[in-house]
């Protein structure tokens, strides 16, 4: 099997995408005696059919499927791989995919980043702004270099680095009976409605454990996918929030958003970054590794 090239593999991946061999074909600009020739040597040497007949069109046999995710990784990397050949020739000389949570982006990672590409034109940033889980996921299953996670999460198997850190604090609609208060206990919130954000987030999980540690539950009013539209939501009135200061600062004024300070040790939360293993990084991801780690000081 290993020996089949792209073309062929790519071939099986769109026939089992448009459940037609035919409309492969035409898609590949392949004439279709060559698809079926290819298919024929690609079961071949599987030893068993690897697509079967259906009144609706061709669909893989269970071992087809096997054989579709190896195809799906194997073109994934090849169409990877002639990108950054591309772009290698037109001047770009590295390439770094960095997967981040939002609340790493908000504190100091995107300003971390935007030195870094000033400093180093030649080097492409791959950025993916993911839930820290999300994040993990992807330097497991080789998608990023470098992750920046909230501290706290298993990391089994990855090197980790200490990065910075940041603090939640309440925020709360204007003329809410809490907000002239000078800090909040997550017991008193507890009581109110709230603008939350989506699952697998890991301010959503903190606030959901820490609930559950005080035999209750968080009242969740609505449930949006970034900060920007989680203090829109706070400023109408719709519930309170607990967020990062750095995310919701910059919009209070503009939204009539009030905050106060969350008076909660594991309010403050730790930013990591992770890789899978320093020695295998190559020369742009280990440039880019050593920079963050310089700027992993306290921010204020």
Known sequence: MLHHDLATLRLFVKACELKSLSRASEALNLAVSAASRRIRLLEHDAGMPLLKR????IEPTPAGLLVLRYAHDM??????????LAEYRSGVRGHVRVYASSSALVECLAADLSRFAAENPGIKLELEERPSADTLDALYHKKADIGVIVGGRGTEGL?????????LWVALPRGHRLADRPSLRFAELLDEEH?????GTAVHGLLAERARAEGRFIKVRVQVRSFEVMCQMISLGLGVGVLPKRAVQPLSTALGVELVALDEEWAERSFEICVRSPDALDAPSQRLLDFLREQAVPKP
Request: glycine letters at 10%; hydrophobic letters at 40%.
């Open 75 to 84: 073109v994934y990397l090849g169409a990877q791989l002639e990108a950054m």
């Open 54 to 57: 259906r009144p609706h069109g």
């Open 195 to 199: 603008v939350a954000l989506e699952g």
């Open 159 to 167: 090197v980790r680095y200490p990065y910075a850190k940041d603090r």
